[in-house]
C-alpha cells in the first residue's frame, strides 16, 4: 500500500525545502542526514553515492522515514515513511537537476569535488505512510 | 564513551535552531520528528510526553541520531549519534524554558491544549559520535 501526499505537501516538495532522511545502519540504530529532494507524482527522489552510508543502508534496509520541514514555517512538518528502491540509472541527470532546483547552477559548479565522487544513486521513495501537520 | 561538541555546535544549539531526532520502531525502522533543544554541557535536551511514539521508541531502545541544520546555513550541519536517559523530574520546567527560548513564552501559551498533555518527559542525549560539517 502507499499513500497519497496532500496537495500542500506536494507544492512544499516542489520549492527548494530540504528533507531530513533516516535510515537504519547495520547495528539497528538510526541514522539521519538532510538532502535535497524532488518529486514525481507520490514518489520522493533523492540522490546518494555509491558506497555512502545512506546507500549502503538502504540496499540492506528499505524502510526510512523522512522528515520535510519548511524553514519559514517549521510547525508545518510533515513525516513520510516509506520504502526506497535504487539505481544508478540516471543519476547524473538527477544531481543536475537537483542542484539547479537548490543552487541554481549544475552540481560540478557547486561542489568542486564532484568529479571524484562515486557514481552517483537515484533513490526513489514510496511513501507508505504521512504523519504530520501539512 | 561519550563524543565532545565542537564549539560551533555548542553554539549553534544554544540559538533557536531546530533539531530532528531519529529513534528506532518497534518493528526496526526509523522514525523521525523535529524538536526544540537545549544543551547541557555536551549533552542535548529536548522534551516529549509520556506514552508518545519517540518516548516508547527510547524507552525500548534509548539509541537515537539527531541532524542539527541551522535553517540561514543549510549546508553547514551535524549528525550527531548518542543514547537517551528519561525522567518526568522537572519536564515542566524544561518544556517552559524551551518555549520561551523558541517562541518567546510559557509552552501553555504557545500551545492552548498544552493542559490535556500527558506528562512532560526530559529526554537527555549523551553523543556518542559526531558526524558532518560544523
Same mark, same amino acid.
Given at each position: ?62 524502510? *526510512? ?11 508545518? +512538518? @510533515? $513525516?513520510?515513511?516509506? #520504502? /526506497? ?8 541527470? *538527477? ?11 549544475? +552540481? @560540478? $559548479?557547486?561542489?568542486? #569535488? /564532484? ?20
Amino acid at each position: 500500500m502507499s499513500a497519497e501526499l496532500s496537495a500542500e505537501l506536494k507544492a512544499l516538495l516542489d520549492t527548494p525545502v530540504f528533507i531530513t532522511v533516516a535510515t537504519i545502519q547495520p547495528d539497528g540504530s538510526p541514522q539521519v542526514s538532510p538532502v535535497w529532494v524532488k518529486r514525481d507524482g507520490d514518489d520522493l527522489l533523492f540522490s546518494t553515492t555509491l558506497g555512502r552510508q545512506k546507500e549502503k543502508n538502504l540496499r540492506r534496509d528499505p524502510r *526510512l522515514s523522512i522528515v520535510v520541514q519548511p524553514f519559514d514555517a517549521p510547525y508545518s +512538518y @510533515a $513525516e513520510i515513511r516509506g #520504502t /526506497a528502491e535504487m539505481t544508478e540509472e540516471g543519476g547524473q541527470e *538527477l544531481i543536475d537537476e537537483l542542484a539547479l532546483k537548490y543552487v541554481g547552477k549544475k +552540481y @560540478a $559548479e557547486f561542489n568542486a #569535488t /564532484a568529479a571524484q565522487d562515486a557514481p552517483r544513486v537515484v533513490v526513489r521513495v514510496t511513501p507508505r505512510k504521512v504523519v504530520g501537520r501539512i
